[in-house]
Nanobody
């Protein structure tokens, strides 16, 4: 079974930082697309960033460019999302999701596997 374990959420003040981790098991890190998807209260889910094993390509939602950085540690089967300069509008449950295909572009991937989510709260 594929399992994705998201962690690292918490409560921070505006301008603070958090690093989310997504640890994958039952999922080989040789061919993949992995995304961070968030859902704010009353809102639809939205992809904020993703990374693919196709040349390590990454993608970011416009509003997080320059503040968030996605990276992968293939040896640890883990993907990270470093979030800096957090704003109240970043408050959401963050999910990691995965697909076992090395998509060239990952922004529109329909993910097969989902983690349980980790809550990020940014207060002013």
């Amino acid at each position: 079974d594929v399992q994705l374990q998201a962690s690292g959420g918490g409560s921070v003040q505006v301008g603070g930082s958090l690093r989310l981790s997504c640890a994958a098991s039952g999922f080989t890190f040789d061919r993949y697309a992995i995304g961070w998807v968030r859902q704010a209260p009353g809102e639809e889910r939205e992809v904020v960033s993703c990374i693919t094993s196709f040349r390590g390509r990454t993608w970011y939602k416009e509003s997080v460019k320059g503040r968030f950085t996605i990276s992968s540690d293939n040896a640890k089967n883990t993907v990270y999302l470093q979030m800096n300069s957090l704003q109240p509008e970043d408050t959401a449950v963050y999910y990691c999701a995965a697909d076992h295909f090395p998509w060239e572009y990952c922004s529109n991937v329909v993910y097969d596997y989902w983690g349980q989510g980790t809550l990020v709260t940014v207060s002013s």
